[in-house]
Nanobody, 121 residues
Framework: QVQLVESGGGLVQPGGSLRLSCAVS????????MGWYRQAPGKQRDLVAT???????DYADSVKGRFTISRDNAKNTVYLQMNSLKSEDTAVYYC???????????????WGKGTLVTVSS
């Protein structure tokens, strides 16, 4: 019973900052990657940032230099620090975990329900 619970979304003015958190619970054989995706109205869900078990990171070009992904393995939590927010960042942000389930070690993708970030003046 894996659950990903996002928090930290809300309304912020352009140029402002928010930090999203995703608390992960449940059983895994391993977690290979954690990250954030976002989906704006009428758009597909796109990668924002990911971090692997080896601590390598990947960012969408549109957020590079403004957003920072991090994790706390002891707390099973992944964060997204968002600075210099733009109206184009408005979207529902979804937490993601890629790993292996504990029984058969099958590769699985897990998604949170999403948290809304609105950047507007």
């Amino acid at each position: 019973q894996v659950q990903l619970v996002e928090s930290g979304g809300g309304l912020v003015q352009p140029g402002g900052s928010l930090r999203l958190s995703c608390a992960v619970s449940g059983s895994f054989f391993s977690i290979n990657a954690m990250g954030w995706y976002r989906q704006a109205p009428g758009k597909q869900r796109d990668l924002v940032a990911t971090i692997t078990s080896g601590d390598s990171t990947d960012y969408a070009d549109s957020v590079k230099g403004r957003f920072t992904i991090s994790r706390d393995n002891a707390k099973n939590t992944v964060y997204l620090q968002m600075n210099s927010l733009k109206s184009e960042d408005t979207a529902v942000y979804y937490c993601y975990v890629g790993g292996r389930e504990p029984v058969y070690r099958r590769r699985m993708d897990y998604w949170g329900k999403g948290t809304l970030v609105t950047v507007s003046s």
